[in-house]
């Protein structure tokens, strides 16, 4: 993309993620996003054919912001199950400060079709690079390794969305999120 067309795609994302603060997922409407973001209506589709693949793209961008932050700031704890149970839980934190958009980004990325696979697998590969930064490894993960970051990944957005519909609370996230880590320490490769 050009210069232009980046800074373009950044006001729509920045449109549709302050919509979706204020009401949700029904908030997004494509046409009060191209407004917002002072873009033409079929420009809009141009970058993000239908509301789902714009509000992903917007998870990812959230994601993506997020994976810079805690580069700027790693956690700390000694055990590497310990650092990704604390990373998801701080990214946990940082969606429930802004429920309505966690909703309709949750909301979105359950309803994607195929059509939304590659922003669908971006999200998910920024998720896992998140877990493998936490997880600090000094060698590459082994299958094993990864299909724990594959259950952790699938249980931290489980979690979300049983948070998101009120059928868990915090504490119940947390304790499933530090006992879904603890798979870290079951595939590390023997010394």
């Given at each position: 993309m050009t210069e232009r067309q980046e800074a373009r795609r950044r006001r729509i994302l920045q449109a549709c993620a302050q919509l979706a603060r204020r009401g949700g997922f029904d908030a997004v409407q494509m046409r009060e996003v191209a407004e917002s973001s002072q873009?033409?209506?079929?420009?809009?589709?141009?970058?993000?054919?239908?509301?789902?693949?714009?509000?992903?793209?917007?998870?990812?961008?959230?994601?993506?912001?997020?994976?810079?932050?805690?580069?700027?700031?790693?956690?700390?704890?000694?055990?590497?199950?310990?650092?990704?149970?604390?990373?998801?839980?701080?990214?946990?934190?940082?969606l429930q400060r802004?429920?309505?958009?966690?909703?309709?980004?949750?909301?979105?990325?359950?309803?994607a079709d195929r059509s939304?696979?590659?922003?669908?697998?971006?999200?998910?590969?920024?998720?896992?690079?998140?877990?493998?930064?936490?997880?600090?490894?000094?060698?590459?993960?082994?299958?094993?390794?990864?299909?724990?970051?594959?259950?952790i990944e699938h249980t931290w957005h489980s979690a979300l969305i049983t948070w998101l519909s009120g059928r868990a609370s915090i504490a119940q996230v947390k304790i499933d999120i530090e006992t879904v880590c603890r798979l870290i320490q079951v595939t590390a490769p023997e010394e």
């Amino acid at each position: 993309m050009t210069e232009r067309q980046e800074a373009r795609r950044r006001r729509i994302l920045q449109a549709c993620a302050q919509l979706a603060r204020r009401g949700g997922f029904d908030a997004v409407q494509m046409r009060e996003v191209a407004e917002s973001s002072q873009v033409a209506l079929g420009t809009l589709y141009r970058y993000f054919p239908s509301k789902v693949h714009l509000l992903v793209a917007t998870m990812q961008d959230q994601l993506q912001h997020m994976h810079e932050t805690l580069h700027k700031r790693p956690p700390q704890e000694p055990e590497a199950a310990a650092r990704v149970a604390e990373t998801l839980m701080r990214a946990f934190r940082a969606l429930q400060r802004e429920p309505q958009l966690a909703d309709a980004m949750v909301r979105a990325l359950n309803f994607a079709d195929r059509s939304v696979s590659p922003e669908v697998d971006t999200v998910s590969r920024l998720t896992t690079a998140i877990i493998l930064d936490a997880m600090g490894l000094e060698e590459p993960p082994t299958p094993e390794q990864l299909s724990a970051v594959r259950v952790i990944e699938h249980t931290w957005h489980s979690a979300l969305i049983t948070w998101l519909s009120g059928r868990a609370s915090i504490a119940q996230v947390k304790i499933d999120i530090e006992t879904v880590c603890r798979l870290i320490q079951v595939t590390a490769p023997e010394e």
